[in-house]
């Protein structure tokens, strides 16, 4: 179902990932980080040409929404797990029924596999042991399949999509997992095998059908604060993105579960190597962080006067607060690494161009940071002109059970190029 531009704008969450499950493709994994497709789709919606990049690509959003209205697109992000999974999204093009056999084998060959005698304990937590060795049997079977390329993507996506629903705890939206809650149902991995690939299939046959024409959507797994010479100069007409933001969300730690049942992460290092290419948006980040080298740093030249304060402030902070979290840091580190990505969108996006950022504010250990004023003034800074922003909706209104009671928004920052 496609929403009108006044839908959306009413919308209770335009800015949120919930209405892509209603979504072709966009559904075939939950991604508690995305944003809205049909908020991409409304961006493109009267424009005559469209070349579209997402710097802080994740699951794919902006590339399919943009690739179903018919235009080219490219997107980035290192994230080792979500990077694959936007890949496979984007293989929606590969050949049905070969997709339909493959995932069929794979159902009636999938046997129980033994446990190791050492798991993360995670997956303890997360599953009874017949149910861990019935998904890693089809682990093992989607490993082994015989099948091209494309398919053998979107036999892995099926495989992590089922991760978090054949689990009986609490495998919340959010980030972490809740071994002491349960959920209201689960399913058997054979149950939820059949249910994801037979969405699948129903998508990739229904899209095939009505998408004669399909753009390029090309995704790179990559730094977005560094020269991507793949992208040529000027080449974006369009920049729709939502970048991590300043609010201690551990990217690392979201995809944990289904990365620990990959065999892919057994604990808290492994984490460390996922964040080594990822912006600075979450304090477990920051250990051997050169905060004063970074402070320094050029790019940093047009807020330094504001941010010194709310950074003096947080090193206070931090030193009465239990969690000792280093956010006084983190906004450095976080700033920082985003002016970098604005002076690297400077050569690919074309003059006239249109960059759009979906921002939130934060305010760690209650001390708020204007995120939106201090990203338009790096983006002017690298060359963009005209930020304006546009609330979308508050947040943090409602005061039970949190930890500041500073009101937040999120909304549309623009730039034109
Ligand atoms: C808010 S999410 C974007 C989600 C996306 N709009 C979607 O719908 O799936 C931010 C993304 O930025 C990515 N990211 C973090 N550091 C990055 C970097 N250095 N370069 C590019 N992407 C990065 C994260 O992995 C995460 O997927």
Redesign the pocket.
């Known amino acids: 179902m496609q929403l009108t531009i006044p839908e959306l704008r009413q919308a209770r969450n335009p800015t949120t990932?919930v209405d892509n499950m209603r979504l072709p493709v966009h559904r075939w994994f939950r991604?508690s980080?995305?944003?809205s497709a049909e908020f991409v789709r409304s961006q493109l919606e009267d424009v005559d040409e469209a070349t579209v990049l997402?710097?802080?690509?994740?699951?794919?959003?902006?590339l399919l929404a943009t690739q179903f209205g018919g235009w080219e697109s490219i997107g980035?992000?290192?994230?080792p797990f979500?990077s694959r999974v936007?890949e496979a999204k984007l293989s929606w093009t590969a050949d049905v029924s070969e997709f339909e056999s493959a995932s069929s084998l794979i159902a009636s060959t999938a046997r129980p596999k033994e446990l190791p005698a050492e798991l993360p304990s995670l997956l303890t937590k997360a599953y009874p042991r017949e149910t861990l060795k019935e998904l890693l049997g089809f682990l093992a079977a989607v490993e082994s399949v015989d099948a091209s390329e494309e398919v053998r993507r979107l036999l892995w996506l099926a495989f992590v999509a089922i991760v978090r629903p054949t689990s009986p705890v609490g495998t919340a939206q959010w980030q972490y997992v809740l071994p002491n809650r349960t959920k209201a149902t689960s399913m058997t991995p054979a149950d939820a095998w059949m249910v994801q690939t037979t969405m699948m299939a129903a998508d990739m046959a229904e899209m095939q059908a009505t998408r004669r024409v399909v753009p390029p959507a090309r995704f790179l797994a990559?730094?977005?604060?560094l020269e991507r010479p793949e992208i040529p100069d000027a080449w974006a007409s369009h920049v729709i993105?939502?970048?991590?933001?300043a609010n201690n969300y551990d990217?690392a730690d979201a995809t944990r579960l289904e990365q620990s049942v990959l065999g892919e992460v057994s604990g808290w290092s492994d984490l460390k190597e996922i964040r080594k290419?990822?912006?600075h948006?979450c304090s477990q980040h920051m250990s051997g962080y050169d905060t004063d080298e970074a402070l320094a740093h050029k790019a940093l030249d047009p807020i330094r006067d504001e941010l010194l304060p709310p950074y003096r402030r947080l090193s206070e902070l931090r030193l009465e607060r239990g969690g000792r979290k280093a956010y006084h840091s983190m906004i450095v580190a976080y700033f920082l690494?985003l002016a970098l990505?604005w002076q690297q969108l400077r050569r690919v996006v074309a003059e006239g161009g249109t960059a759009c950022y979906v921002v939130g504010d934060s305010a760690p250990y209650g001390v708020h940071i204007p995120v939106e004023r201090w990203l338009g003034a790096l983006a002017v800074d690298a060359g963009f002109a005209d930020p304006r922003f546009e609330k979308t909706r508050d947040r943090n209104t409602k005061w039970k059970n949190r930890k500041h009671r500073v009101p937040l928004h999120e909304g549309y920052l623009w730039l034109r190029g």
């Open positions: 990932f991604y980080a995305g944003f997402d710097p802080f690509a994740g699951s794919a959003t902006t980035v992000d290192p994230h979500v936007a990559e730094d977005a604060r993105t939502s970048p991590p933001y990217y290419d990822l912006v948006a690494d990505v």
